[in-house]
């Protein structure tokens, strides 16, 4: 069975972000990028134990972006892929990207196609469901489990109140979250190997994106803090009712 993961590159939770050209785009400068979490804690380590356990025999990692992605997709090599593919072309439309996947992975015989339930920065968890359109298969989001055997899938999802379990046939994609698997920190035989291995490269044939971003908008700056003597509850009652507004 081969699998294929989709791996986003996205700045780090802790990267302070600046917008630039009229906040019509977001600086790059001293920003951290790191694998999409849901991509790297769940998706590939999904991939990389059903490898380990016998069901899958090959485990390919597939991200789009220009040659500044590559370092996020050789950590991910590192954690266990076996093949890397980077599909030369940048978006931040869901549709596009879901497209030049689907391009690619049409081609792949790919059984099992896992991705992250959504990337940390755009927030659009669409991507899956769009690749599962295009390429004309199964798809079953919010996963918080896996298991294959035959030639299916159950899957536990998360709905509204509860849990429910699917079971369908394979191709399918999946998105993952919590749950799936537990994450796993790269060892340095992994790290090192993952410098010299060989990127594949794609160039895509170009997709017309549907949506367009207009600009970015930085949330309001959070206030200054009051403290408020314990013995004052008339103070902190006029806070919370006249400022705060919550009571």
Not at 53 to 80: D, F, M, Q, Y
Request: negative net charge.
């Amino acid at each position: 069975m081969k699998v294929l993961v989709c791996i986003s590159q996205v700045p780090d939770t802790s990267t302070k972000i600046v917008l630039k050209n009229n906040n019509t785009a977001i600086s790059s400068d001293g920003v951290t990028y790191v694998i999409n979490p849901y991509d790297e804690w769940y998706a590939l380590i999904r991939a990389i134990e059903l490898k380990e356990t016998g069901i899958a025999t090959e485990v390919h990692l597939v991200t789009v972006g220009s040659a500044n992605v590559e370092p996020v997709i050789r950590k991910a090599l590192a954690l266990g892929g076996d093949e890397a593919i980077r599909i030369d072309a940048d978006s931040d439309d869901p549709y596009e990207t879901a497209g030049y996947i689907a391009e690619y992975a049409a081609g792949g015989a790919y059984d099992l196609i896992l991705c992250g339930k959504e990337s940390i920065d755009y927030n659009n968890g669409t991507t899956g469901t769009m690749l599962a359109g295009l390429l004309d298969i199964n798809y079953i989001g919010f996963a918080t489990g896996i298991q294959v055997e035959d030639n299916g899938a159950v899957v536990t999802r998360e709905i509204e109140g509860g849990e429910e379990t699917d079971a369908c046939n394979l191709p399918v994609v999946i998105s993952c979250q919590k749950g799936v698997a537990e994450a796993r920190i790269p060892n340095m035989r992994g790290i090192m190997a993952a410098r010299t291995r060989p990127l594949k490269v794609v160039v895509p044939t170009k997709i017309a994106p549907l949506t367009q971003i207009l600009s970015y908008e930085l949330p309001p700056a959070k206030a200054g803090i009051k403290l408020v003597s314990p013995d004052d509850m008339d103070e902190l009652v006029a806070l919370l009712h006249i400022e705060a507004k919550v009571i």
